[in-house]
Structure formats: structure tokens, C-alpha cells
């Protein structure tokens, strides 16, 4: 358009994209259609400080989808949580003093930490709550460039002695 936004799109094997804004050059809304029908439909919604703070999302294979975002003090996302038409997801997020990410829990019931050296993460694990009990721990370790981007990444098992996963990233 003539402020320079993306309004829409033509995809080569069929289906288009229309963007909407609103009158602050928030996208208002995102529709995806396929070469016959409508695939998905994203629609924003806005806090008083333009952070987006809802989601309704209409797709042909999940169904109705609604997220929604609540912020602490500092900006950063402290709670989301995401709506189906058949159940729901709640995160809630920790940070420490520095905005560093220290916890999340999905459901009160899968909770992952994480631990930094300098500011850069180099270890988060993963477990269950049962009864207050910790089950199911995995381990990850990561390797980051310069830039922050992960170049290399280890998974172990709970015990912490073997490896399970072992990937490797390249940026261009």
C-alpha cells in the first residue's frame, strides 16, 4: 500500500494472503486463502500499550484457537494461554531481576527451568509435577554464536549420562 505495508499476496502453487491494519499500523487481521478455501484466519487484538494481547485464530484443520497474553512491568510475556475449542494451555513465566527467563509451567504440571552462564543459556530441564514429585527430567545444553543463535544443541535422558539427541545449526 502507500505506507509500504504488506496488504497482500499471491502464492505460485494457488492461495493468496490478505493483511489488514488498523489506524495505528497494528496488523488488525491475516487471512490465508488456499486455492479453495479459506485455510486460516488470524485476527489482533491490542493492549493500551500496542503489545498484542489476543489471538483468534481460525484454521480448517485445528478449529477455533484463541491466545491470549498478559504482561508484567517490564514488557516481558509473565502469562499466555491458548483456547481450543476442545481444551486450553496456560504458561506462566518466571524471570529473575534482569529479565532473564528462569521458569515455565504448562497446567501447573510440566515445568521447565532454566539456567544461564553469563547471558547465555547454556542448560534448561524439563519435568513433570506429580504429587509434588519431580518425574520425567531432561537435560539440554546449548551452544550459542555471537548473535545469539543456537549452533549446537545436546539432550539427555534423566539420568544425565547419555546423550539422546545431539543437533547442529547453520545460519546463512
Known sequence: DTAGRLVSREFPAGGSMTVTYDTMDNAKSIFYTGSDTIVYNHKFGYDTLMRINAVISHN??????????EYDANGYIQY?????EESGLKITYKRDKFGYLMSSEMNDEIRTEYYYSGKKKVRQMTYEIESGKRISVQTFKEKLNDYG????RKTWNGSGLESIEYLEYTYY
Open 149 to 152: 543463535d543456537v549452533i549446537e
Open 60 to 69: 480448517k484443520d485445528q478449529g477455533l484457537i484463541l491466545y491470549e497474553y
Open 80 to 84: 499466555s494461554k491458548t483456547s481450543t
